[in-house]
């Protein structure tokens, strides 16, 4: 038996890239039914992820790919709050990368 472990990684909704978990970012469902951003990926209720780019956000987004991933209807305020609180993560992410 060997003991190696794969990573579990997820697939991106947007563009299907499968990345381990931390490299993709969680968009949860929580379990009183309100939509949110989990940077932390350990929110309890059904996640979808999406790669941390605002383009495969709106791919995702544009397809309807939320939806089914996540068994809700989006409406478009959701979708337009979901986006800026992804932008204002990237922008925090990428300011702490540079060790800024
Ligand atoms: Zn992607």
């Known amino acids: 038996m ?8 997820r697939t991106c ?6 990345d381990e978990k931390r490299g993709l970012v969680r968009i949860v469902r929580t379990t009183d039914g309100h939509i949110e951003l989990d940077p932390t990926g350990k929110a309890n209720g059904r996640g979808a ?8 956000f709106d791919a995702a987004a544009g397809r309807r790919r ?21 932008e204002t993560l990237l922008n925090s992410a990428a300011i702490s ?3 800024r």
């Open 49 to 56: 992820y999406v790669c941390p780019s605002v383009e495969c």
């Open 97 to 99: 990368q540079q060790g």
């Open 66 to 86: 939320f939806d089914s991933a996540l068994r809700v209807h989006l409406h478009d305020d959701d979708l337009d709050r979901l986006r800026r609180d992804l």
């Open 2 to 9: 060997t003991r190696t472990r794969k990573t579990p990684t």
């Open 13 to 18: 909704v947007g563009c299907g890239r499968a």
